[in-house]
């Protein structure tokens, strides 16, 4: 299977990519290629609203020339595309809430006849960390997730969310078994 896992905390060596690197580990040695794409080195500008992606229904057709359309295009070439974050103030970093916003231009005609997507049938999965508890935390990270999948016509291949992270050293092997047990759901049935 082939993986994109696009990273979005700022800390290449923080708790996100920890997590995300046994998760990678674990596909690798089942076989899997893993794309592990850090999108705070990334050029990434915002969408610009200007719905230009919005006249063709067959190809990525944002008018920005920047770091996005590529990521975009690893992401249709993929099999399954893991989002990882920490969650900043309740929801997405900024680099991966402008990768979100940016898949605006996959889509045409949503909520209307003839709603077309790029990502139609693609296996997509949300990895989330966060210093407090799900509760009153993620949950909104997980519905914007969730709803997401609706206008990219995707199929949700799972979520983990690992909470009470102070510090990459602080997680221990309960989480790096979570995180194994993980990478066999996203892949299973795939």
Same mark, same amino acid.
């Given at each position: 299977?082939?993986?994109?896992?696009?990273?979005?905390?700022?800390?290449?060596?923080?708790? *996100?990519?920890?997590?995300?690197?046994?998760?990678?580990? =674990?596909? =690798?040695?089942?076989?899997?290629? #893993?794309?592990?794409?850090?999108?705070?080195? +990334?050029?990434?500008?915002?969408?610009?609203?200007?719905?230009?992606?919005?006249?063709? %229904?067959? !190809?990525?057709?944002?008018?920005?020339?920047?770091?996005?359309?590529?990521?975009? =295009?690893?992401?249709?070439?993929?099999?399954?595309?893991?989002?990882?974050?920490?969650?900043?103030?309740?929801?997405?970093?900024?680099?991966? +809430?402008?990768?979100?916003?940016?898949?605006?231009?996959?889509?045409?005609?949503?909520?209307?006849?003839?709603? #077309?997507?790029?990502?139609?049938?693609?296996?997509?999965?949300?990895? #989330? %960390?966060?210093?407090?508890?799900? !509760?009153?935390?993620? !949950?909104?990270? #997980?519905?914007?997730? *969730?709803?997401?999948? +609706?206008?990219?016509?995707?199929?949700?291949?799972? !979520?983990?969310?690992?909470?009470?992270?102070? *510090?990459?050293?602080?997680?221990?092997?309960?989480?790096?078994?979570?995180?194994?047990?993980?990478?066999?759901?996203?892949?299973?049935?795939?």
């Amino acid at each position: 299977m082939k993986i994109v896992a696009l990273q979005g905390s700022a800390r290449k060596n923080g708790n *996100t990519a920890k997590v995300m690197g046994w998760i990678q580990n =674990e596909l =690798e040695s089942s076989g899997h290629s #893993v794309d592990n794409i850090y999108l705070s080195s +990334k050029n990434l500008n915002g969408c610009l609203a200007c719905k230009k992606c919005k006249e063709k %229904t067959d !190809e990525i057709a944002c008018v920005q020339n920047d770091d996005v359309i590529p990521i975009l =295009e690893k992401m249709l070439d993929s099999d399954l595309v893991i989002y990882a974050s920490p969650i900043y103030f309740w929801g997405f970093s900024a680099q991966m +809430k402008t990768i979100i916003d940016r898949t605006y231009s996959l889509y045409t005609n949503y909520h209307q006849p003839g709603h #077309v997507s790029l990502l139609e049938g693609k296996r997509t999965a949300l990895l #989330v %960390t966060g210093a407090g508890p799900y !509760e009153n935390n993620a !949950e909104g990270m #997980v519905d914007a997730f *969730t709803r997401m999948q +609706k206008p990219h016509k995707s199929i949700s291949a799972g !979520e983990l969310y690992i909470g009470r992270c102070t *510090t990459p050293d602080n997680l221990d092997d309960n989480i790096k078994q979570q995180c194994i047990e993980f990478a066999w759901r996203l892949v299973s049935n795939g």
